[in-house]
Nanobody, 127 residues
Framework: QVQLVESGGGLVQAGDSLRLSCAAS????????MAWFRQAPGKERDVVAV????????YYADSVKGRFTISRDNAKNTVYLQMNLLNPEDTAVYYC????????????????????WGQGTQVTVSS
């Protein structure tokens, strides 16, 4: 049974940093694109960052470019999200996700492309 478990969320002040981790078990995902999404109260779940399975190619939402960094450790079956210069608009539940298909070239930003999801971790940034 596949499980994705996020950790690292919490309550921080504006300007602080957090590092989220998402450990996968039950299946190796070295050949799958992986992503982070977030959902703020009353809003839709949106993509934050995506990382390729093959060459480390990445995608970032405009709102986090230059502040967030996605990375992965295939040996640990884990994806990370380093978040710097956090601001209150980053407050949301953060979810990791794994592409539904392996060896995908395109970095999808749509929810329906992802077949595996974590339970989410809350990030709250106070002003």
């Amino acid at each position: 049974q596949v499980q994705l478990v996020e950790s690292g969320g919490g309550l921080v002040q504006a300007g602080d940093s957090l590092r989220l981790s998402c450990a996968a078990s039950g299946r190796a995902f070295s050949n799958y694109n992986m992503a982070w999404f977030r959902q703020a109260p009353g809003k839709e779940r949106d993509v934050v960052a995506v990382i390729s399975w093959s060459n480390g190619r990445t995608y970032y939402a405009d709102s986090v470019k230059g502040r967030f960094t996605i990375s992965r450790d295939n040996a640990k079956n884990t994806v990370y999200l380093q978040m710097n210069l956090l601001n209150p608009e980053d407050t949301a539940v953060y979810y990791c996700a794994v592409d539904a298909g392996s060896h995908r070239v395109a970095l999808s930003t749509t929810l329906t492309s992802y077949g595996y999801w974590g339970q989410g971790t809350q990030v709250t940034v106070s002003s």
